[in-house]
């Protein structure tokens, strides 16, 4: 992957008044355009979701199936001391300290548009870097195929995980193509602050044309593989979560329509927006599944 995303919005400049597209919206809006209204184009816009609603409605089972459980309960997450332990498939194992996994990297602003499964999203200004960049330290070998990621799984400052609601730790996995890409994120902030613990402090995964479960929070291991690896929620269910989970307007859940979104915030004014395939990355990621049947592949 030869360009590195660059993304120069700034959330100040970011108002009702002043509708900013951003790359993405103006491809989708080039594609999708002669069927779109304007008002669906506003709708889509880069208005981030305010920073209370972003860290209010949550999913975090580690702390609650609630959707207020992770703000509530996850203050007893210590994050001081965080180690990130990468192992597997590279040429330099090892358990390394957020300073050093992060060491002469920038955090760029970057706004990701994020939706969850559940059909709500938000706007969420991260901060982060490239996952790429702590790969390529780490070395990847030429066997690896997969990038395996693991959550904390800590009983006495998580209360969810004393129930088994999901097989513990959280586990989630990326194909090593689509981790490298350069949309793929490891964020450690939420509008220039430090990621709060029910956003998965201190470090966490962010890909934007997935599902939100695949984007795993508070990790404490990367693991190289060429093995697909396990994934929490399609162990939970396999019929319902596939291991790609590449957001697909076209595909709905055995349970839901995935065709609609409902925005998160804007009280009287949240509405429901039309899904876009790939979460509106298509131009960015569609190469990565050319050939694959993604209503096989969910
Ligand atoms: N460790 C862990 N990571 C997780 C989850 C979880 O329960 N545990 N939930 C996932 C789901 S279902 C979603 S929708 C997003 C929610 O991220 P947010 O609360 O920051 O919006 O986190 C994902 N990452
Ligand atoms: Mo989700």
């Known amino acids: 992957m030869a360009f590195r995303w660059k993304n120069n919005l700034k959330y100040e400049n970011v108002t ?11 491809l989708a809006g080039a594609t999708a355009g002669a069927i779109m209204a304007p008002n669906f184009l506003a709708a889509q816009s880069l208005e981030p979701t ?3 609603d972003i860290t209010s409605y949550n999913n975090f ?9 992770p703000a509530k309960y996850a203050h007893t997450l ?7 332990k990468i192992d597997g498939m590279v040429d330099n194992p090892g358990t390394y300290s957020l300073q050093q996994l992060t060491e002469g ?17 938000m706007i969420v200004p991260w901060n982060g870097f490239e996952l790429k960049d702590i790969l390529d330290k780490a070395g990847v070998q030429s066997g690896a195929k997969y990038v395996a990621f693991e959550t904390a799984n800590r009983p006495d400052e998580m209360p969810g995980v004393r129930f088994r609601t999901l097989d513990w730790p959280y586990r989630e996995g990326l194909r ?6 350069p949309l793929t994120m490891m964020a450690t902030g939420i509008y220039g602050k430090p990621i709060p613990n ?13 599902y939100g479960f695949k984007s795993i929070k508070s990790i404490v291991r990367i693991t190289l593989t060429d093995e697909q690896p396990f994934t929490s929620w399609s162990d939970a269910n396999a019929r319902e979560y596939g291991f790609y989970s590449n957001v697909n307007p076209n595909v709905d ?6 065709a609609t979104e409902r925005t998160i915030g804007g009280g009287l004014f949240a509405k429901r927006i039309p899904t876009l395939m790939f979460n509106g990355y298509e131009a960015e990621v569609a190469s990565l599944y050319e050939g694959m049947d993604l209503a096989k592949f969910i």
């Open 78 to 84: 210590v994050t001081d001391g965080w180690e990130v």
């Open 105 to 121: 990297l920038t955090e760029e602003e970057r706004i990701y548009r994020f939706r969850c499964v559940e059909a709500w999203s």
């Open 16 to 26: 009702p008044e002043n509708i900013w597209l951003n790359r993405r919206q103006i």
């Open 253 to 258: 859940h055995p349970r839901w329509s995935q």
């Open 61 to 69: 089972y580690e702390f609650g199936t609630g959707k207020g459980d």
């Open 198 to 210: 029910q956003n998965g402090a201190p470090i966490r995964l962010v890909v934007p044309w997935k």
């Open 176 to 181: 090593l193509d689509e981790a490298m890409h």
């Open 50 to 52: 305010a920073y209370e």
